[in-house]
DNA sequence: GGATTACTTGAACATCTATTCAAGTATATG
DNA sequence: CATATACTTGAATAGATGTTCAAGTAATCC
């Protein structure tokens, strides 16, 4: 890989980890594993205001790691990659192990 | 999962990330993918001062992501986690798409 | 078409974080 | 034992980030 690429690869590395590195961040992914959901639906799960649940979603969203769907005046989100779950498992399994 | 340690995983999870979410640091990680280098020669790979990386040494260390061994004035730093590899190839992969 | 619902957005504020700089520790060397 | 080397550490500062609050938009309902 030509060095110019490599250090281009490792910002968005950095800043996919940083857009990882939120707790209301990894909750809403959580929520999105099984299956799409509305704002509202997320915030209260989350346990967050709406607003600041719709700004964290904006951020997943410009990250591609969200993508959202218009139905009436409700906005639908689901996860937008299929690396993401494999990251989170990953994580996951180191930090379990560290707990345990 | 109990819901306590449901939420403590996402906390150690996403402070996980935050470790990760950093230019220098994974730039100090990829320097150790191949093998254990000292201080300064980090901190001459990834172009900082031999204080910062040492700082940053010190985070990643406390995260027990990289461990040190010292030998005589010198002090060998190497990667402390099989998970840690995997992760960064996992996140490279999705990087990588995005940009080609 | 006015009110309501479901969000989004911008500005402000407080908190966190990365680097620098100066000073400190520990080991080796002459 | 004094000096040099190889770091580490603490305080300070500048920049980034998350939440709130108030205001804005867009679709629906009566």
């Known amino acids: 890989m030509k060095p110019d690429s490599e250090k281009l690869l490792l910002l968005r590395m950095s800043s996919l980890f940083g857009v990882l590195a939120d707790n209301t961040r990894l909750k809403i992914m959580y929520s999105l594993l099984d299956s799409e959901k509305r704002v509202g639906e997320i915030a209260s799960i989350v ?5 600041a649940t719709s700004h964290q979603l904006k951020v997943l969203r410009e990250n591609r790691l969200v993508k959202k769907r218009r139905q009436g005046r409700e906005n639908y989100y689901s996860l937008d990659d299929y690396h993401i779950p494999a990251l989170l498992a990953l994580a996951g399994e180191h930090c379990r192990e560290e707990i345990s």
């Open 47 to 51: 346990g967050m205001s709406v607003s």
